[in-house]
């Protein structure tokens, strides 16, 4: 049995390497993915273009205007004299910020003791428009501070002595990163498994392995190994590069997360091959790997809080195995966390696992055409 | 087929065309998978992330924990209690707080020392112990503003009712343009239509041309007086018009459904769509005809088309703020340029300054991409 078994895998990954092609699609993309992908997903800004329109020629509008182009993210690309300038800038999208300081903002900050400053933000992109209206708080917060110790006002009665953990400079790099790994993941077990079983199907040559000796089981077992076995390897590839070169701390356990990646591995090779056994023709496959992939991606948490959907759509993701490979990922990188804090995240995945490989194998013998 | 056939052939060749078109839609059909990536996906995924896509944070919940409670500690708690943006919890002791921010219980702490009511009356001021979990660095940023927020509210009360004036020299008057109110579902809405859309365009031809060449089919087709360019013209007409009917479909989902203001002109957008779509249907007849081979092509659409398309478009992540090299590469991303082309029609109108350049890219994108299809179902041929 041990022999058929290791035949049918042997055949297995010949039908997935020997095409060039093939192998070239399965080996380099995540890695080139990961790198360009793990550049690319951070929310901190770097580079925030604004222009600036200052009416007010005092001394503490020059102030203001110092800080901000002292600060790295801004970068200032345009200097305007009338009011009519700013729209069209802004509708280009040439640049994000708009500073604009009136005329009586250093003659108001003397007599009356404060001035106010206008800020226009494009909020086409909402999200970059929040950070970036956060920058600008922050840099006046800090005027304020200056200005109120220089001027001898008194200081408010109590203030705010902020501490991030886990990720104290608050790096969305660290963030996204793992969550990369866990969609590569994905990607990958999708590749080898969604597409198998349909193109034995189209090709006829499923027929001839069902009436081998071959158990259901058998052929189940024999088509979720290599699947299994490429999203480790790559997996482990993948960590290397995140710890490596994106240098992203990994502070847990590293049992724990190679349980997670086995347990991922498991469930979205199941669906994978749950999508290919309902699957007649390799398109359907196709369009069965993105129905399953592309929900699965979007409401794992990757880029948007799980708790700010709504508890409907909250409900839905707990048949999503990435929702707990991620959290498996983020807490073991960067909570340090092991098998004690993250025994609500196997169970679950090992449900969903066992559930699609029954259901596939069912499949294999039910759904003949 | 000869140069001097050509002109004879005329009129045979409208009727070619037709006659391909029909088969196109004929084996569309047959396979109830195009009408479904068509119809079914947009709607699918357009109501699901309409509804569960949002990076509006509310009822973060939070530990409150005083060491001494007092009328000032009750007094700033009450300030964060009457937000929306939080969910309170009552922790006893730091101890028991920070083991609910590790257990993933709260994502922040607000901490009041037990000589908290005592140092408000000193002149260098209470602190206020923050402890925010960085580990969702996004969220952490957001809860810090809340909670600055409800600072800032509670001091301005605290100092209007003993009758002092708050000391802030420069006040702050934003101003945000296109989207006042900052709702993330008017941003991240027009962007899902051009994910969806890419999806679509590139899903419904990735397998057609390399079906063909694997069962033989197309040799078939080329032993008729049909040519290449005619065989390939028939497959775009049929899956542009399956792919036009899923575009109206997700444009009047998000205007209908999602209430996301339409302040450009509909024609724009359509002619904008269509050339989007173009160059989704290109990419994927590129790819089917690249690989020859469906398993591949449907590798390679797997790989290439959905997450480049929703990590690297300037959907989700601000490519200005990439480095160099990734922001070069975002350039051959189709979904890039329909990206900023759907934000701005939908929110801001029509600006021609963005939607041309854009429009141009799209249409260079698609040439390329059928350009590739051409010629590598052509050469396969000699």
Same mark, same amino acid.
């Given at each position: 049995?041990?022999?058929?078994?290791?035949?049918?895998?042997?055949?297995?990954?010949?039908?997935?390497?020997?095409?060039?092609?093939?192998?070239?699609?399965?080996?380099?993309?995540?890695?080139?993915?990961?790198?360009?992908?793990?550049?690319?997903?951070?929310?901190?800004?770097?580079?925030?273009?604004?222009?600036?329109?200052?009416?007010?020629?005092?001394?503490?509008?020059?102030?203001?205007?110092?800080?901000?182009?002292?600060?790295?993210?801004?970068?200032?690309?345009?200097?305007?004299?009338?009011?009519?300038?700013?729209?069209?800038?802004?509708?280009?999208?040439?640049?994000?910020?708009?500073?604009?300081?009136?005329?009586?903002?250093?003659?108001?900050?003397?007599?009356?003791?404060?001035?106010?400053?206008?800020?226009?933000?494009?909020?086409?992109?909402?999200?970059?428009?929040?950070?970036?209206?956060?920058?600008?708080?922050?840099?006046?917060?800090?005027?304020?501070?200056?200005?109120?110790?220089?001027?001898?006002?008194?200081?408010?009665?109590?203030?705010?002595?902020?501490?991030?953990?886990?990720?104290?400079?608050?790096?969305?790099?660290?963030?996204?990163?793992?969550?990369?790994?866990?969609?590569?993941?994905?990607?990958?077990? #999708?590749?080898?498994?969604?597409?198998?079983?349909?193109?034995?199907?189209?090709?006829?040559?499923?027929?001839?392995?069902?009436?081998?000796?071959?158990?259901?089981?058998?052929?189940?077992?024999?088509?979720?190994?290599?699947?299994?076995?490429?999203?480790?390897?790559?997996?482990?590839?993948?960590?290397?590069?995140?710890?490596?070169?994106?240098?992203?701390?990994?502070?847990?356990?590293?049992?724990?997360?190679?349980?997670?990646?086995?347990?991922?591995?498991?469930?979205?090779?199941?669906?994978?091959?749950?999508?290919?056994?309902?699957?007649?023709?390799?398109?359907?496959?196709?369009?069965?790997?993105?129905?399953?992939?592309?929900?699965?991606?979007?409401?794992?948490?990757?880029?948007?809080?799980?708790?700010?959907?709504?508890?409907?759509?909250?409900?839905?993701?707990?048949?999503?195995?990435?929702?707990?490979?991620?959290?498996?990922?983020?807490?073991?990188?960067?909570?340090?966390?092991?098998?004690?804090?993250?025994?609500?995240?196997?169970?679950? #995945?090992?449900?969903?696992?066992?559930?699609?490989?029954?259901?596939?194998?069912?499949?294999?013998?039910?759904?003949?055409? | 087929?000869?140069?001097?056939?050509?002109?004879?052939?005329?009129?045979?060749?409208?009727?070619?065309?037709?006659?391909?078109?029909?088969?196109?839609?004929?084996?569309?059909?047959?396979?109830?998978?195009?009408?479904?990536?068509?119809?079914?996906?947009?709607?699918?995924?357009?109501?699901?992330?309409?509804?569960?896509?949002?990076?509006?944070?509310?009822?973060?919940?939070?530990?409150?924990?005083?060491?001494?409670?007092?009328?000032?500690?009750?007094?700033?708690?009450?300030?964060?209690?009457?937000?929306?943006?939080?969910?309170?919890?009552?922790?006893?002791?730091?101890?028991?707080?920070?083991?609910?921010?590790?257990?993933?219980?709260?994502?922040?702490?607000?901490?009041?020392?037990?000589?908290?009511?005592?140092?408000?009356?000193?002149?260098?001021?209470?602190?206020?112990?923050?402890?925010?979990?960085?580990?969702?660095?996004?969220?952490?940023?957001?809860?810090?503003?809340?909670?600055?927020?409800?600072?800032?509210?509670?001091?301005?009360?605290?100092?209007?009712?003993?009758?002092?004036?708050?000391?802030?020299?420069?006040?702050?008057?934003?101003?945000?343009?296109?989207?006042?109110?900052?709702?993330?579902?008017?941003?991240?809405?027009?962007?899902?239509?051009?994910?969806?859309?890419?999806?679509?365009?590139?899903?419904?031809?990735?397998?057609?041309?390399?079906?063909?060449?694997?069962?033989?089919?197309?040799?078939?087709?080329?032993?008729?007086?049909?040519?290449?360019?005619?065989?390939?013209?028939?497959?775009?007409?049929?899956?542009?018009?399956?792919?036009?009917?899923?575009?109206?479909?997700?444009?009047?989902?998000?205007?209908?459904?999602?209430?996301?203001?339409?302040?450009?002109?509909?024609?724009?957008?359509?002619?904008?769509?269509?050339?989007?779509?173009?160059?989704?249907?290109?990419?994927?007849?590129?790819?089917?005809?690249?690989?020859?081979?469906?398993?591949?092509?449907?590798?390679?659409?797997?790989?290439?088309?959905?997450?480049?398309?929703?990590?690297?478009?300037?959907?989700?992540?601000?490519?200005?703020? #990439?480095?160099?090299?990734?922001?070069?590469?975002?350039?051959?991303?189709?979904?890039?340029?329909?990206?900023?082309?759907?934000?701005?029609?939908?929110?801001?109108?029509?600006?021609?300054?963005?939607?041309?350049?854009?429009?141009?890219?799209?249409?260079?994108?698609?040439?390329?991409?059928?350009?590739?299809?051409?010629?590598?179902?052509?050469?396969?041929?000699?």
């Amino acid at each position: 049995m041990l022999i058929r078994l290791l035949a049918l895998i042997h055949k297995e990954f010949l039908a997935l390497l020997k095409d060039p092609r093939s192998r070239m699609v399965l080996i380099v993309p995540p890695m080139i993915q990961l790198l360009v992908f793990g550049y690319a997903a951070t929310f901190d800004l770097k580079d925030i273009s604004y222009a600036l329109y200052n009416e007010d020629r005092g001394a503490a509008s020059r102030e203001l205007v110092a800080a901000f182009d002292g600060a790295p993210a801004f970068h200032r690309v345009a200097t305007l004299h009338a009011e009519g300038e700013v729209a069209p800038l802004v509708d280009k999208r040439a640049v994000l910020v708009v500073l604009r300081i009136g005329p009586r903002f250093s003659a108001d900050l003397q007599s009356r003791g404060s001035a106010s400053v206008q800020v226009i933000v494009d909020g086409r992109n909402s999200n970059t428009a929040l950070i970036a209206l956060n920058y600008v708080r922050a840099i006046v917060d800090g005027f304020n501070r200056e200005w109120i110790a220089a001027h001898g006002l008194p200081a408010p009665p109590a203030r705010l002595e902020t501490r991030a953990w886990f990720n104290p400079n608050l790096e969305s790099r660290w963030f996204f990163i793992p969550g990369i790994i866990g969609m590569l993941t994905l990607v990958t077990t #999708m590749l080898v498994t969604a597409l198998t079983v349909a193109r034995e199907r189209e090709q006829g040559t499923f027929d001839q392995l069902l009436v081998t000796p071959l158990r259901p089981g058998e052929i189940l077992l024999g088509k979720a190994l290599p699947g299994f076995i490429v999203g480790m390897v790559q997996g482990t590839a993948i960590l290397l590069i995140a710890t490596l070169w994106f240098k992203v701390p990994l502070l847990g356990s590293l049992p724990a997360l190679y349980a997670g990646l086995a347990l991922f591995l498991l469930s979205g090779v199941g669906a994978g091959l749950l999508i290919s056994s309902l699957a007649v023709t390799q398109q359907q496959g196709l369009l069965g790997a993105f129905l399953f992939m592309v929900p699965a991606v979007i409401l794992s948490g990757f880029a948007t809080p799980i708790a700010n959907m709504p508890t409907v759509v909250q409900t839905i993701t707990l048949i999503d195995p990435l929702r707990y490979f991620l959290v498996i990922l983020r807490k073991v990188f960067l909570e340090g966390a092991g098998f004690d804090v993250l025994m609500g995240q196997f169970w679950p #995945m090992a449900v969903i696992g066992g559930v699609s490989l029954i259901l596939a194998s069912w499949l294999f013998r039910h759904r003949l055409y | 087929m000869s140069a001097t056939q050509k002109p004879s052939l005329r009129g045979g060749g409208l009727m070619r065309l037709k006659g391909l078109v029909r088969k196109e839609f004929l084996q569309i059909v047959r396979d109830p998978s195009s009408i479904a990536i068509a119809f079914v996906m947009p709607i699918f995924l357009l109501v699901l992330f309409g509804y569960g896509v949002s990076l509006d944070a509310d009822h973060v919940p939070v530990a409150l924990v005083a060491e001494a409670p007092s009328p000032d500690t009750a007094d700033f708690f009450a300030s964060l209690e009457s937000s929306h943006y939080f969910a309170p919890l009552h922790a006893r002791t730091l101890a028991a707080a920070e083991q609910a921010l590790r257990e993933g219980r709260v994502n922040a702490i607000v901490h009041l020392r037990a000589n908290f009511a005592e140092q408000l009356r000193r002149s260098d001021g209470a602190p206020i112990q923050v402890i925010v979990n960085g580990v969702d660095a996004n969220t952490a940023r957001l809860t810090q503003g809340y909670i600055e927020g409800a600072w800032g509210n509670w001091l301005a009360r605290r100092t209007a009712s003993q009758g002092q004036e708050l000391a802030t020299p420069v006040q702050l008057e934003q101003r945000v343009w296109f989207n006042s109110e900052l709702r993330s579902r008017n941003y991240l809405v027009p962007g899902l239509v051009a994910i969806i859309m890419t999806l679509i365009g590139t899903l419904l031809t990735a397998l057609v041309m390399a079906r063909e060449w694997e069962r033989g089919t197309l040799e078939a087709l080329l032993v008729t007086p049909a040519s290449m360019t005619e065989i390939l013209l028939g497959k775009i007409i049929a899956y542009f018009v399956l792919g036009t009917g899923g575009m109206l479909l997700t444009v009047g989902l998000a205007v209908g459904l999602f209430e996301v203001p339409l302040r450009g002109a509909f024609w724009l957008l359509w002619a904008c769509a269509s050339l989007f779509l173009l160059a989704a249907l290109g990419m994927g007849l590129a790819i089917s005809a690249v690989a020859r081979n469906q398993f591949v092509a449907g590798q390679v659409a797997i790989i290439g088309t959905f997450l480049p398309a929703f990590l690297l478009s300037g959907f989700i992540f601000d490519i200005d703020s #990439m480095p160099t090299v990734v922001q070069g590469i975002t350039h051959v991303i189709v979904a890039r340029y329909f990206v900023s082309i759907v934000q701005t029609l939908f929110l801001a109108g029509d600006v021609w300054s963005v939607v041309l350049p854009n429009a141009f890219a799209l249409l260079l994108m698609a040439a390329i991409f059928l350009g590739i299809t051409w010629r590598k179902s052509r050469k396969r041929l000699e």
